[in-house]
């Protein structure tokens, strides 16, 4: 039987659910709707949702803080959607854990896309062994990436990480001390060709290291900045 995807609408304007919910239903998608943060949040916790597609302005609580404190416990995938297009909204939402964002005015075909776009990616990131590269563990000092599992350790203790920390974080660390610019990783990792905010990478490094250094220093460390270029996973001789 077909495993449909759970998807969360969390909007305050009835139109935008219901023309949501009629796109997605239509690509099979299993649709479930809240009209307000709290509510959202609730639910979001108690259910496992393959993706969440999270209205930024809400009465109760926002966007923001809803994508705040589900990250303290969970790493669903979230799609922002925002009808203020301006750089600090989307970087506050990088900031606090979203996978991607869509402004308003949209096209619901776009964010058909977008879902299928992230539910892809997520999908990679849980059953990467399906692809039969290497080993099934990638050993680093101070750290260990499980594909298979999808498990990141440092210093042998968990670290929990959003798809898209985690997908950037293997992205990286397959390819140990190559340098890569903003623009490909947004690329290679978003899937942003011809758009896309290079500040996206720079928020999602920085949630990264904040990640690894509370567990371990040496493991934040390994995620090196090149001034002007972009980033590397640079690895110890040590």
């Known amino acids: 039987m077909e495993n449909r995807a759970n998807i969360l609408i969390v909007d305050d304007e009835d139109r935008i659910r219901r023309l949501l919910k009629m796109y997605l239903e239509r690509e099979n998608f299993v649709i479930e709707e809240a009209n307000n943060g709290v509510d959202a949040l609730?639910?979001?916790?108690?259910?496992d949702y393959d993706v969440i597609l999270l209205d930024l302005m809400m009465p109760e609580m926002d966007g923001i803080e809803v994508c705040e404190r589900l990250r303290e416990r969970k790493a669903t995938p979230i799609i922002m959607l925002t009808a203020k297009g301006e750089e600090t909204n989307r970087v506050q939402g990088f900031e606090v854990g979203t996978d991607d964002y869509i402004v308003k005015p949209f096209s619901p075909r776009e964010v058909v896309l977008r879902v299928k776009a992230l539910l892809r990616r997520s999908s990679k990131t849980k059953y990467l062994h399906t692809e039969a590269k290497s080993s099934d563990i990638i050993v680093f000092p101070h750290l260990t990436i499980d594909k298979d599992a999808h498990r990141v350790k440092a210093n042998g203790q968990e670290v929990?990480?959003?798809?898209?920390?985690?997908?950037?974080?293997?992205?990286?660390?397959?390819?140990?001390?190559?340098?890569?610019?903003?623009e490909v990783l947004l690329k290679e990792v978003w899937n942003y060709e011809?758009?896309?905010?290079?500040?996206?990478?720079?928020?999602?490094?920085?949630?990264?290291?904040?990640?690894?250094?509370?567990?371990?220093?040496?493991?934040?460390?390994?995620?090196?900045?090149?001034?002007g270029v972009g980033y590397k996973f640079e690895v110890s001789e040590q």
């Open 42 to 47: 609730n639910m979001a916790v108690e259910k």
């Open 160 to 182: 929990t990480l959003t798809p898209k920390e985690y997908e950037l974080l293997y992205f990286l660390a397959s390819s140990p001390d190559k340098v890569f610019e903003r």
């Open 194 to 227: 011809f758009f896309g905010d290079l500040r996206t990478v720079d928020t999602h490094v920085k949630r990264l290291r904040e990640k690894l250094n509370k567990v371990s220093e040496d493991a934040a460390k390994m995620i090196v900045t090149v001034w």
